[in-house]
């Protein structure tokens, strides 16, 4: 049951109604009154947050100590109609006058920030609550505030230390694409000049002397490389990728490579893949391949006898699919060892065992810290055990995921286009020494070429030539690669109803920042090189450029389709298919021979490159790659008989076949 109304004179003696006034019950509650009222002046009075209270239209009717102190108030500036309005900052004065209304029709507005000038000029930041109490009768806004300029010249700070930070990334990182380009730049040079030379007929001192040179300039260009990918990621300016792929037969991959120096050494390499470790996980199988192959090289570097080993099992089994599983990989060796004081530092950058092993294995002490921030990035972390003469134990963990349904995967190989094409390739490159580089490499590998120094020019060489493609330098003056490609697809797109045909561009560019390839294509280039390049990594660019209409075609193709069907249904004693066998052991080791191959050439080692065309000829049967065996026979015959100069003509046309080999069976092992 609802109480009556109570009238305004009864409403002083809510809770008493049934009681008798008396005289002491009054005086008794006036002192309880005028103690509260005592009390809560007391707490305001001393309180050393800021309260003041405000009538509707803004007047101070009172300002605590702490208050006119902040401020620099006096309690007569108050007595006299000092009005808030006054000493508010003008930007909060709409939303002052705004709160003020809400009090006053019975609104709360809750906690905000406010600014106020001091009497003395100095702006300070509040941070306040409001409410409304009758005071005396009299209704007002009490506000309690509290002073935070600090806590806000602080976050100013901050903020603006973190702007100037996010300039200097950026002033850092256009330094390093500057100094990659033109670093870089006269590099490409230097090798691919040197390489040329050493393919002429030079005396034995002369030979000598461009090894050197070439020699030298790769080394330079790994010291540039490690530089600019330990700074991108020291600067967190590197992301990871996640592609599904699968892991057996990338570590089977990254042994086979390191088993070619390692065999030279007499040292053997094995490995394990736990049967409980995922063969299809989820992750960057790039910066996996990166860590496990400096590890690796480090092992067949300082190992000179016995054997390396890499092991992988699961660490840590997946709780879900999506965070995947903890792997761990062991890289265990029977080298020279290390100290345990270079043990502690031997991830820092810079950092090397001593002075005497870089003197003797070189290196620049950059490998092991950009892996260990590649498996920081991969949710892991690198360690080692090592004593001197006992060998070292590197291991690392990475998180992989396993929810690989429906995701992407690794981009398979492009088909690579025919060889024995004549290709009319127009070459856009402003630096005269790069452009006979260039036109030289193409020129051996049996293509037409001509060169030209800017987008202006190279438009004009479109307009009145047809070319099979174009090699953009994306740096050049007048009109740069990125404006020039953008002219070729504007002009295509405007031609496209009379069925002209898109040009294929390539973009060469000495920049080597994260980034730069996809930069790229999106421009509109269709494929990319990076400077400096050898001239296998030319040969496999120009192999993926497709089949001009009514151009000249090498009726052989790269493989004997019909050979291999044959082999189709073989199994392997241990029921694998055969065929798919032998095709994954020859596209995995045929780099690594290449490789080999032209490392012995750069060192006139001539007996290693006669070899390494003879093992792959040997495989070459197997497919039917007729093209590809001719070639590696024909090395072999004029290095038999001393036609050094014959040998070194021959090897780019080999990086070529073998780009369109590789393509050709990477296809047919998709097919079941």
């Known amino acids: 049951m609802s109480a009556a109304p109570q009238s305004p004179d009864n409403a002083e003696r809510?809770?008493?109604?049934?009681?008798?006034?008396?005289?002491?019950?009054?005086?008794?509650?006036?002192?309880?009154?005028?103690?509260?009222?005592?009390?809560?002046?007391?707490?305001?009075?001393?309180?050393?947050?800021?309260?003041?209270?405000?009538?509707?239209?803004?007047?101070?009717?009172?300002?605590?100590?702490?208050?006119?102190?902040?401020?620099?108030?006096?309690?007569?500036?108050?007595?006299?109609?000092?009005?808030?309005?006054?000493?508010?900052?003008?930007?909060?004065?709409?939303?002052?006058?705004?709160?003020?209304?809400?009090?006053?029709?019975?609104?709360?507005?809750?906690?905000?920030?406010?600014?106020?000038?001091?009497?003395?000029?100095?702006?300070?930041?509040?941070?306040?609550?409001?409410?409304?109490?009758?005071?005396?009768?009299q209704p007002a806004a009490w506000g309690i505030f509290r002073d935070i300029t600090a806590r806000k010249q602080m976050e100013s700070e901050s903020q603006r230390a973190r702007r100037e930070a996010e300039k200097a990334s950026m002033a850092k990182s256009q330094f390093l694409a500057n100094m990659s380009h033109e670093i870089r730049t006269p590099l490409n040079g230097i090798i691919g000049m040197s390489s040329m030379l050493m393919s002429t007929g030079l005396t034995e001192d002369q030979m000598r002397y461009a090894r050197t040179i070439e020699s030298s300039g790769r080394v330079l260009l790994a010291l540039v490389n490690q530089i600019l990918e330990f700074s991108k990621l020291d600067a967190a300016a590197v992301s990871l990728e996640r592609l599904c792929f699968k892991l057996r037969p990338m570590v089977e991959e990254v042994v086979t490579l390191m088993s070619v120096r390692a065999e030279e050494k007499g040292v053997a390499v094995r490995w394990h893949v736990d049967e409980e470790t995922p063969d299809c996980v989820m992750g960057d199988s790039d910066r996996l391949r990166q860590v496990l192959m400096n590890l690796m090289g480090n092992a067949v570097?300082?190992?000179?006898?016995?054997?390396?080993?890499?092991?992988?099992?699961?660490?840590?089994?997946?709780?879900?699919?999506?965070?995947?599983?903890?792997?761990?990989?062991?890289?265990?060796?029977?080298?020279?060892?290390?100290?345990?004081?270079?043990?502690?530092?031997?991830?820092?950058?810079?950092?090397?065992?001593?002075?005497?092993?870089?003197?003797?294995?070189?290196?620049?002490?950059?490998?092991?810290?950009?892996?260990?921030?590649?498996?920081?990035?991969?949710?892991?972390?690198?360690?080692?055990?090592?004593?001197?003469?006992?060998?070292?134990?590197?291991?690392?963990?990475?998180?992989?995921?396993?929810?690989?349904?429906?995701?992407?995967?690794?981009?398979?190989?492009?088909?690579?286009?025919?060889?024995?094409?004549?290709?009319?390739?127009?070459?856009?490159?402003?630096?005269?020494?790069?452009?006979?580089?260039?036109?030289?490499?193409?020129?051996?590998?049996?293509?037409?070429?001509?060169?030209?120094?800017?987008?202006?020019?190279?438009?004009?060489?479109?307009?009145?030539?047809?070319?099979?493609?174009?090699?953009?330098?994306?740096?050049?003056?007048?009109?740069?690669?990125?404006?020039?490609?953008?002219?070729?697809?504007?002009?295509?797109?405007?031609?496209?109803?009379?069925?002209?045909?898109?040009?294929?561009?390539?973009?060469?560019?000495?920049?080597?920042?994260?980034?730069?390839?996809?930069?790229?294509?999106?421009?509109?280039?269709?494929?990319?090189?990076?400077?400096?390049?050898h001239v296998q990594d030319l040969a496999q660019v120009v192999a993926r450029i497709p089949t001009r209409e009514g151009a000249t075609v090498a009726a052989r193709p790269a493989i004997d389709m019909t050979q291999l069907e044959t082999m189709a249904n073989a199994k392997a004693s241990n029921g694998e298919n055969l065929l798919a066998r032998m095709i994954k052991l020859f596209t995995e080791s045929g780099p690594g021979m290449l490789q080999q191959m032209e490392t012995a050439l750069r060192e006139d080692d001539f007996e290693t490159a006669i070899r390494c065309a003879h093992k792959l000829a040997g495989g070459c049967g197997y497919f039917g790659a007729d093209e590809l065996y001719r070639l590696c026979t024909e090395v072999e015959r004029v290095g038999r008989a001393g036609d050094y100069t014959a040998l070194r003509t021959l090897a780019p046309l080999i990086y070529q076949e073998y780009a369109r080999v590789e393509v050709a069976l990477s296809k047919r092992g998709e097919r079941p």
């Open 14 to 137: 809510e809770g008493t109604l049934d009681a008798p006034r008396t005289p002491e019950v009054d005086a008794g509650v006036k002192d309880r009154t005028l103690e509260q009222e005592r009390q809560f002046r007391m707490l305001v009075e001393n309180a050393l947050d800021m309260i003041h209270s405000l009538d509707a239209e803004g007047r101070v009717l009172y300002a605590n100590p702490a208050w006119r102190t902040a401020l620099g108030y006096t309690e007569c500036d108050v007595k006299d109609g000092l009005s808030i309005f006054q000493i508010l900052h003008p930007d909060a004065v709409a939303a002052t006058r705004e709160r003020l209304r809400m009090l006053f029709s019975g609104e709360t507005p809750g906690q905000f920030e406010s600014r106020f000038i001091a009497r003395d000029g100095r702006v300070l930041d509040l941070e306040g609550n409001v409410c409304y109490r009758a005071e005396e009768g």
């Open 301 to 533: 570097k300082f190992t000179e006898k016995g054997e390396i080993r890499l092991d992988v099992r699961v660490e840590e089994a997946a709780k879900s699919t999506e965070t995947g599983a903890l792997l761990r990989f062991t890289v265990m060796d029977s080298g020279i060892g290390l100290e345990p004081e270079a043990c502690a530092r031997i991830f820092n950058a810079f950092a090397q065992a001593d002075a005497s092993t870089t003197r003797k294995y070189g290196g620049t002490g950059l490998g092991l810290a950009i892996a260990r921030q590649i498996v920081r990035l991969m949710g892991g972390e690198i360690h080692v055990h090592s004593r001197p003469g006992e060998g070292s134990t590197f291991w690392f963990t990475a998180r992989l995921g396993l929810d690989c349904a429906g995701a992407a995967t690794e981009t398979p190989k492009e088909e690579a286009a025919p060889a024995g094409r004549a290709l009319r390739i127009l070459v856009a490159e402003d630096n005269p020494i790069n452009q006979l580089v260039v036109t030289e490499q193409l020129n051996k590998l049996g293509h037409t070429c001509k060169a030209v120094r800017n987008g202006v020019e190279a438009l004009e060489a479109l307009e009145n030539t047809e070319w099979d493609a174009v090699l953009m330098d994306c740096q050049m003056p007048v009109m740069d690669g990125y404006e020039t490609v953008e002219a070729i697809r504007r002009a295509e797109e405007a031609e496209k109803d009379s069925g002209g045909r898109r040009t294929w561009v390539v973009a060469v560019t000495a920049t080597a920042m994260e980034g730069q390839r996809e930069l790229c294509l999106q421009a509109g280039m269709d494929d990319f090189l990076s400077k400096p390049f």
